[in-house]
């Protein structure tokens, strides 16, 4: 056993009070108190564990399931005994349609300080429900630190995150020979209502089918080759910024058909020595997976113009 590197550790929605109790029982943990009368029977509100001096404690939120553990306090503990949730599932958690499921996304980013998520939150900031709205603005007060949210610090912030997750599938779609890398960013069917707006979801499909009947290729590039990987959130393409100016300015034409929270990327394969590279963009991030929607303001730059007639 080692000290807790998380103060807060996410539990499972479907890991219930008592499934907790018996793990940390058999790890020598005894429950020492518990809320009375819990809202859903069997699921306590609060409840505390100590063993040898430390101590664990344990909230639920009933109305959208949230379960978390403080480990502060816990000195050595367990951490392998207890299931945890990972921030790919929080975000996932954040881009649900279902209310309850975006609240609990949001709770648990906030617990977690999670900093990469933060433009996941900023968006909801927005939603009409005024409870989720206001949940989100809260959140990012403590993901700021403490301090209003700085939007492009955030954005920044995140970005970096995400642009060193991509470079390694990069380099290898700049290696992949067979196709296969190229094959597995193709767009799934449910890619496209996760990354453009409702109402140009159908659009995209048709347009991307057309422009694109066969997975894009990557030019191979040598064994050597590097990539320079810049990212954005959507809504920061659609004006002139530190993240915006990596990105063909064909993107401010189109912000309007993408969703906002969604980070994009645009990079170069660039052979050692030369100042250029192969230039390429269209690949998104969609809660768990990349998808390559290649040179986006192409594809549907003219139909917006033609709607906006």
């Known amino acids: ?55 664990l404690f344990y909230t639920f939120n009933p109305v959208c399931r949230l379960r978390l553990l403080d480990t502060a306090r816990a000195g050595a503990w367990d951490a392998d005994a207890t299931p945890r949730v990972d921030l790919a599932t929080v975000g996932r958690w954040l881009a649900d349609a279902d209310e309850r499921t975006a609240l609990r996304g949001i709770l648990a980013a906030q617990a977690l300080h999670a900093v990469a998520l933060a433009p996941q939150v900023q968006a909801l900031q927005s939603h009409p429900r005024a409870a989720l709205a206001q949940a989100a603005q809260r959140a ?108 063909p300015s064909g993107y401010r034409g189109i912000c309007a058909a993408l969703q906002a929270q969604r980070v994009w990327a645009a990079w170069k394969t660039v052979e050692p020595g030369a100042d250029a590279g192969m230039a390429y963009d269209g690949m998104v991030w969609l809660d768990d997976h990349w998808a390559w929607f290649p040179k986006p303001y192409r594809v549907l730059g003219a139909l917006m113009k033609t709607r906006s007639v």
């Not at 499972?12 to 029977?41: E, K, M, N, Y």
């Not at 290898?172 to 707006?197: C, N, V, Y």
Request: overall charge neutral; some cysteine.
């Open 140 to 247: 990012l007060v403590v993901l700021r630190g403490g301090h209003e949210p700085d939007p492009r610090e955030t954005a920044l912030a995140a970005a970096d995150v995400l642009r060193r997750q991509l470079e390694p599938l990069l380099l290898s779609l700049a290696h992949d020979g067979t196709g296969a890398i190229a094959a597995s960013l193709q767009p799934r069917e449910g890619d496209f209502a996760l990354a453009f707006k409702p109402e140009w979801v159908d659009a995209a499909r048709e347009a991307y089918a057309a422009a694109w009947p066969q997975p894009a290729r990557a030019q191979r590039a040598s064994s050597r080759a590097q990539v320079r990987v810049h990212v954005a959130p959507a809504g920061m393409l659609a004006h002139a910024n530190e993240l915006s100016r990596h990105f």
């Open 1 to 55: 056993m080692t000290p807790s590197a998380e103060p807060v550790r996410v539990l499972p929605p479907a890991h219930g009070f008592d499934a907790l109790c018996d793990t940390l029982t058999r790890a020598g943990w005894r429950l020492v108190s518990q809320s009375s009368a819990p809202i859903l029977p069997g699921e306590p509100e609060q409840a505390s564990f100590e063993r040898q001096g430390r101590a």
